[in-house]
Each structure stands twice: as structure tokens, then as C-alpha cells.
């Protein structure tokens, strides 16, 4: 009997230990890890800085834009047609299609959408801005997709500063809000820099920020110290971090779908991608595909790095080859149309045309933004750097549940959830729950809500009745979510872990994170909880509002959500880089 006991005692710790070990954390995204590689290399020594010839003699810019440490190669297979199909058919319907509808050209088949769009046609752009003498590009590009999603549902024309967002890049807002750790730019001269620091970006930054409500604010309450108008006034804190536009959506597109990307325009405005930038000089043009004084790009047909964030604002399917350098010219025509942020003076007006054949096209995002009439707005959250990482409960299946659990700082109501949807048609259930059992993320549900997102990246949802909580009162926010009938993994078992994002320390990036053990649990049944511990914390945030209302306009909230629901029913002269 002693023997049976001491063998069921050891069965238990096996088991238990198999539920831990059986859960899956993707790896790094590959582009990353080298980018991380070279930074240990080459510090900050200028070496990082210069362009290199790979074997067949290509130049390869440098990465200093730093790629998101998450890999979601896997969406260059995922099904996004529901989506694409739900935004033609939308585009179809609306005035812009009878305006932009062309014949299409001789032997080529009649496709979704237009052979050419150009937001610029319909008032959907804000004028072009420069970001001058620093390196915040992707605060330009993510602030001109919020700008022209507003103006596409009608909401009139915003300037959001682009220095309230850039500044968050390597300086704290609050010891629970804090920067990232990317390696900053070189200060500027004089007195100008005055200590403060920003540093490159990326479009998950940006969306970190957004989704954990430091931004974004208006220019005129925050202006950008080297504009045109500031003439290189001191860098400065922001005197205020409290957003006007609430985040709803960030969506992580591909361009391994061309039709997504047009999808994501027409739907939502402008697209937020990076790439690389190889520029010249007007006395040495030739060893570039880009310049200041063109208004066209190609380079490579290959990825040659990443250096620069600009937004895609149309395209052209029948623009020339002959339109690029004789030089650097693609094999097919066909180039996306795209606004810098290197003011008027560049290229045609602010906007180039850049082919589809460039190699180093990536990272390609898309806004959805709301107005915010109110404050008061908190955010519970462990992942004030966003997503960081990938993880599934369980190896090889694509379901599981996740979980955080937080204690209220006050009488609050909780109006809304955020989390990341790993894939288009992921579903997801998600329950706010109160009275917790002892190390356990589960209680009695006192809100719920389900759904299916059709797209990947990070989504608020409105809760369809508030949950009042009290001070000192332990709630959680429990998730569960599946990914469609269907979906399949290219053959890389190490990147099996997508199911939900998470927030860890990772090195010359979030080494500000803080791991916040007994908090954040992750369950392959629902039933069986194991907390993250030491691996990190995962991105579900809960909203809480002093009053029932949340804060937001008429527009919003469950405006938005009603939105979503029927949309599936219907199925600055110098420039930095």
C-alpha cells in the first residue's frame, strides 16, 4: 500500500509537471534574433549604421528599425478571403467604388477591387507632415493611418502629435507605463536634446501604446519640437498622456496577400508598413533604388532589410516599369501608393509610388480608432509594452484558454476587454469574473461575450453589460480562444505556440518588463490552470470607468461592436529613417 501511495504521489508530479512542460512558446521571430545578434556586435560604435554587400553584391541596409520580436510568418498562409470579400463587396456598395471603378486592362481577369485607388481622390488624407531631424517614422505612419481612418467614417480631420507617441519610445510615462529599450538616436546638436532621448520604432510599438491609453493626444497639445513651425524647438516631456481616440483595433496584415492590403485601405484607411529605404545622394544616386528627388521605388526583388515606416494610400496595378530608374526597374508593373513623412518637398507632393515586387515590403498594419469624449479611463493590464512573444497552452492544438487575474484600486466598473486574435475567423469567449477560487483565475461570470475576429492583432471588446467592482476586490478576465476550421502551421514545430500574445523582458527591446508571477495563468481545458510565471504575462487588458458610460462617444463602444457584427453578418527637410 505504501509502495502504491508513493507511486500515485509520483504519477501526480509527472502529470502536473507534463501540464506545464506541454504548453508551447513560439520562438522568436528569426529577423529579431539577428537584429539582436548584430546590436551585441556592433553596439553603438556607428558599425550597425553601415551598409553592407551581401554575396551577389547587393547592399543590405541596416536593421535599426527594430522588427517585433513576435513571429507571425504563419499569417502569410492563414485564410484571409472572408475578410477580403466582406470589404469588396462594402467597397462595392459604396460611392467610392462607382468613382474608381476601371475596366480592367486587356487578357487580365476582373478582380475585387478597382485597378487603381488613391485616397487622395476622395479627402481621405490629412496633409503631409515631416518628422525632420528624428527618427520617430512610425509614429508619422500609425498617426497617418488613425488620421485617415477618421476621415473615412466621417469624423473630420485630425492632427495627432506624433511627438507624444515618439517620446513614449524611450522615456517612461509612470513606472506602470514604461518606454521601450531600444538603442536611442544620436542626440541632437546643442541644447536641443536636453537629455531626452527617442529611438526608432515599429508598428507594435505604437500599438503598445495605443492599446494602453498614453496616446494619442492632438499637435496642438503636444507639437512636434522639430516641425516646421517649432523651428527645432527643445525636446520636452508632453504635458499630457490622457488619449483623445481610443484604440480598437490594430490589425496585422501581410503582403504575401496583395488583396489584403487593398481589403484593409478601403476598409479602414491607411496601411502602416516598413521597409527599406536604400537612399543615394544627388553626386552617388546610383547605388540606390530610392532618393529624396524620386518619386518612385524599387530596389530588390529580395528582402535587403528594414529601415523606414510609410503608409500605403492606394494603388496603381498598371503603373509603368518604365516609371522606375532604368537601372532599378521591377519585372512586372503594378506599385502601391505611398505618403512619406519627409514633407511636401519629396517626391510627388509627400507620396511615392513603390513597386510590389520590392523584396524588403513587411510589417504591414492598419488602425481602427474611435473618438473619446470622456476621462477617467483606466486600464488593467500586465503588457503596457504590448505583444511581445506567442504561446498555446498545449502543443498541436489550437485551442485553449487564458486568464489574468487583478485586484480593483477602487470602485470601478469594468466596461471592455483587449486581447490579440491570433488569425483571421479565430474565435474567442471571454467572461469577467469576481468571488475567485484560491489560485484559481475562475469564479462566478458576471459579463461575457463571444465572437469571431476577422483579422489578426489586438481588438477591444465591449462588454454587453458593465461589472461593478469594489475596491480591493480580486476580478480576472478568462479567454478562451480557438483558431478556425482549417488552419494549419507551416511545417515548424517550434512555432506552434500562437495562440495568445504575452509581455516578457526581451533584451535591447521591453527589458523594462515586469514579470508578475501568480497573476497570469494559461489552461489547455479550462479547468487545469498553470500560471506563467517566469515566462511573462499574457495581453488581456480589462477597461474600468467611473461611470457606466466608459467615457467614449456616441460613436463608439458598442456602436462599434454592433459594426463589427453586422460587418461579418454580411459576408520635417532632413530625414532620418
Not at 55 to 70: H, K, W
Not at 231 to 242: A, N, V
Request: with cysteine.
Amino acid at each position: 500500500m505504501k509502495r502504491l501511495a508513493v507511486f500515485v504521489f509520483m504519477a501526480f508530479l509527472i502529470c502536473s509537471a507534463c501540464v506545464a512542460e506541454c504548453a508551447v512558446f513560439a520562438r522568436p521571430n528569426p529577423e529579431f534574433v539577428e537584429w539582436q545578434r548584430r546590436r551585441a556586435r556592433d553596439g553603438d560604435s556607428g558599425a550597425a549604421r553601415t551598409r553592407s554587400l551581401s554575396a551577389d553584391g547587393e547592399a543590405s541596409a541596416p536593421r535599426d528599425v527594430p522588427p517585433s520580436p513576435a513571429d507571425l510568418s504563419y499569417l502569410d498562409g492563414a485564410d484571409f478571403s472572408e475578410f477580403i470579400e466582406s470589404a469588396a463587396e462594402e467597397f462595392a456598395q459604396g460611392g467610392e467604388a462607382a468613382a474608381a471603378r476601371s475596366a480592367p486592362s486587356e487578357g487580365v481577369e476582373a478582380c475585387l477591387f478597382p485597378r487603381r485607388y488613391d485616397m487622395r481622390d476622395y479627402g481621405f488624407l490629412t496633409p503631409v507632415r515631416n518628422q525632420s531631424a528624428l527618427g520617430v517614422c512610425w509614429a508619422f505612419s500609425s498617426c497617418a493611418s488613425m488620421e485617415s481612418n477618421l476621415l473615412k467614417k466621417g469624423r473630420g480631420e485630425y492632427d495627432l502629435s506624433e511627438w507624444q507617441l515618439g517620446y513614449q519610445s524611450r522615456q517612461d510615462v509612470s513606472p506602470d507605463k514604461p518606454s521601450f529599450s531600444v538603442n536611442p538616436d544620436p542626440l541632437l546638436p546643442g541644447d536641443w536634446s536636453v537629455g531626452i532621448e527617442v529611438s526608432s520604432g515599429n508598428n507594435a510599438m505604437a500599438t503598445a501604446f495605443l492599446a494602453r491609453g498614453t496616446g494619442p493626444v492632438f499637435e496642438s497639445e503636444a507639437p512636434y519640437p522639430c516641425g516646421e513651425s517649432s523651428m527645432l524647438m527643445p525636446l520636452y516631456r508632453p504635458s499630457d498622456f490622457t488619449p483623445k481616440l481610443r484604440l480598437r483595433r490594430a490589425a496585422e496584415l501581410t503582403f504575401a496577400q496583395p488583396e489584403l492590403i487593398k481589403a484593409a485601405v478601403v476598409k479602414y484607411g491607411a496601411v502602416s508598413f516598413l521597409f527599406n529605404a536604400m537612399t543615394g545622394t544627388p553626386e552617388h544616386p546610383d547605388d540606390s533604388g530610392f532618393t529624396y528627388w524620386y518619386d518612385n521605388y524599387f530596389y530588390s526583388a529580395k528582402d535587403t532589410g528594414s529601415s523606414h515606416l510609410v503608409a500605403i494610400v492606394g494603388w496603381d496595378d498598371d503603373y509603368s516599369v518604365e516609371n522606375f530608374r532604368e537601372d532599378r526597374r521591377p519585372s512586372h508593373p503594378g506599385a502601391w501608393i505611398a505618403r512619406n513623412s519627409w514633407g511636401e518637398l519629396y517626391g510627388d507632393g509627400g507620396y511615392f509610388y513603390i513597386s510590389y515586387e520590392e523584396g524588403s515590403l513587411k510589417d504591414a498594419s492598419v488602425y481602427d480608432v474611435e473618438t473619446c469624449g470622456g476621462t477617467g479611463e483606466y486600464v488593467y493590464e500586465y503588457d503596457p509594452l504590448g505583444q511581445v512573444g506567442h504561446m498555446s497552452p498545449e502543443a498541436g492544438v489550437f485551442e485553449g484558454w487564458g486568464a489574468n487575474v487583478y485586484t480593483a484600486r477602487g470602485s470601478e466598473v469594468i466596461t471592455a476587454v483587449g486581447f490579440y486574435s491570433p488569425a483571421p475567423g479565430a474565435e474567442y469567449e471571454l467572461s469577467v469574473e469576481t468571488g475567485l477560487g484560491e489560485g484559481s483565475p475562475r469564479g462566478e461570470a458576471r459579463a461575457s461575450a463571444k465572437g469571431t475576429q476577422p483579422l489578426a492583432g489586438y481588438v477591444r471588446v465591449d462588454l454587453p453589460s458593465p461589472v461593478s467592482v469594489s475596491a480591493g476586490e480580486d476580478f480576472s478576465v478568462v479567454l478562451k480562444l480557438k483558431m478556425p476550421e482549417g488552419f494549419s502551421l507551416p511545417p515548424d514545430a517550434q512555432n506552434a505556440g500562437i495562440l495568445f500574445a504575452y509581455e516578457y523582458a526581451a533584451k535591447e527591446y521591453t527589458e523594462k518588463a515586469k514579470n508578475n508571477p501568480g497573476k497570469s495563468f494559461y489552461s489547455a481545458d479550462g479547468a487545469d490552470w498553470e500560471s506563467m510565471g517566469e515566462h511573462g504575462d499574457l495581453c488581456i487588458k480589462a477597461f474600468t470607468s467611473e461611470d457606466s458610460s466608459g467615457g467614449c462617444s456616441a460613436f463608439g463602444a458598442h456602436t462599434a461592436l454592433l459594426a463589427a457584427a453586422v460587418f461579418f453578418a454580411a459576408s520635417r527637410v532632413r530625414r532620418r529613417r
